[in-house]
């Protein structure tokens, strides 16, 4: 029983094994408390002779083996599939030569037989369910040839070998029966519990994902007004001062970005149409990560877009929709990962007939190891600078996945982190007579020169070419 315990750290107190240590441990006690009364009560009631010391001590090694697993780990904890695989095939063992001190099959209890391996059927693996499976068929036809007599009054009690090979029969085919129509029924049950899981993981997602857009949108609304404001008296300075002169250069820019600003809020309110507003509906995917990734270049850290048919793909390169979440979700990776790379970025844009991918690397430091199987779930940040809430990469992940995206976040064999993104070519690429929305205004939105609040107030203004 030794072996059993000296590999069972490795997958003891991870939280993801199949099941407790605690209900294995309360299983075995009322199998060893009913071995104890059934052994006392044959002997001491019946009168039948049995080997009672052997059989105590099979039935004390279990209680010994109970206790120390008990003092050893907690009783929450959670046994992988391989520890409670080994677990059971001791209880599998520690009944059959109890059954083989007893009678064998000529015992009424060898139907218990049954138990472990359908205990194993219910929480364990496939493979670990059929190994356990041909260890109770192999210890059952094992102490069907070689076992101590039945305990018997008088004279011993002879069963006829065509019976006893149908009592055989019986308890493997019940065995192989049971634990497969158990296994089948744990499976589908398994699988329904982790899609439900998943659901409820995919609803808080966007729950979450729908706060922050709520939040976006109060944003937006709040700012649409001294951003126009800005815009007109910043159109009113241009006009007026001397052109040529630096004050006339500040106002230019001053308008300017107050343009990218309300861009920056009307690309926010098209999420909820899932496009950007643009003359260019769809574009090749080398065009949309090369306008992705423009804003994000440094003059001490480049962005390389590198386009790269995958061998036996199409000779076409595909053509996207220019959505609002890859926009916004691919920008937000490129982000991080120049504001993490010490000299550059790379971005990988590759396809084939099947699918589109795309990967971000960088030569910085790379994820850490104690985050990285975290990374895209909420609040988890390589940064803890005051303010930053750890929501850029999962905003990102979630707003891919919402266009069929699979994220995967991994460090490079040198240095570096690594982002890939991959779609179903079908689900990305955008169909040839997809129409391309022109530019629109909702009515009553200022433009962004601030050309309709100058128009209340009676003038006009030039805005900067």
């Known amino acids: 029983m030794a072996f059993v315990w000296r590999s069972t750290p490795q997958g003891v107190g991870q939280g993801r094994g199949p099941v407790r240590l605690r209900t294995l441990i309360l ?16 002997h001491f009631t019946l009168g039948f002779e049995l080997p009672l010391a052997p059989a105590l001590g099979v039935v004390g090694l279990s209680a010994l083996v109970n206790i120390l697993s008990t003092a050893l780990w907690p009783p929450q904890t959670r046994l992988g599939n391989r520890e409670a695989a080994l677990y059971l095939a001791y209880d599998i063992v520690q009944l059959s030569v109890l059954l083989a001190l007893t009678g064998g099959l000529e015992n009424p209890f060898a139907l ?11 929480i364990l693996s496939l493979r670990a369910t059929v190994a356990l499976l041909a260890l109770a068929l192999a210890c059952i036809s094992v ?15 002879l069963l006829p070998p065509l019976y006893l090979a149908g009592l055989w029969a019986a308890l493997v085919l019940g065995t192989v029966f049971v634990a497969a129509y158990v296994w089948r029924v744990a499976a589908e049950a398994r699988r329904m519990d982790d899609a439900l899981n998943a ?5 808080a997602k966007e729950q979450q994902l729908s706060a922050l857009g709520a939040l976006a949108a109060a944003t937006a609304h709040e700012l649409g007004t001294p951003l126009s404001t800005i815009a007109v008296v910043a159109g009113e300075l241009a006009r007026d001062l001397p052109p040529g002169s630096a004050q006339h250069e500040d106002a230019r820019l001053l308008l300017a970005q107050t343009a990218r600003c309300r861009e920056i809020l009307g690309q926010l309110s098209g999420l909820r149409h899932g496009e950007i507003d643009s003359p260019y509906g ?5 065009g949309l990560v090369e306008a992705v990734a423009g804003p994000h270049r440094r003059q001490d850290r480049s962005v390389n877009v590198i386009p790269a048919a995958l061998e036996g793909a199409r000779a076409d390169e595909p053509e996207v929709s220019r959505r609002a979440e890859i926009v916004h979700g691919l920008g937000a990776v490129i982000e991080n990962a120049v504001e993490f790379a010490m000299t550059g970025v790379e971005v990988l844009v590759r396809w084939d007939d099947r699918r589109v991918s795309i990967e971000v690397s960088d030569d910085g430091p790379g ?8 990374l895209g779930e909420p609040y988890v940040s390589t940064r803890r600078e005051a303010g930053r809430l750890g929501l850029g990469l999962f905003i990102a992940k979630t707003l891919l996945e919402r266009t069929g995206a699979r994220v995967t976040f991994r460090n490079r064999p040198a240095r570096g982190a690594l982002v890939e993104i991959i779609w179903p070519r079908a689900r990305v690429e955008a169909k040839p007579d997809t129409p391309g929305p022109g530019p629109t205004m909702a009515a ?3 433009g962004v020169d601030g050309r ?13 070419r």
């Open 444 to 446: 009553g939105e200022r």
């Open 143 to 157: 102490i069907s040839v070689y076992h101590w007599p039945l305990p018997w009054g008088g004279d011993p009690l």
């Open 112 to 122: 218990l037989s049954l138990v472990p391996a359908t205990v194993a059927a219910t």
């Open 367 to 374: 994820f850490p190891l104690g985050i990285l199987p975290e």
């Open 282 to 286: 769809r574009l090749p995917i080398t």
């Open 452 to 464: 309709a609040d100058d128009e209340e107030r009676g003038g006009r203004i030039e805005t900067p």
């Open 27 to 42: 299983i075995r006690w009322f199998a060893i408390a009913g071995q104890l009364v059934s052994l006392l009560a044959v």
């Open 199 to 203: 659901l409820e993981d995919a609803l």
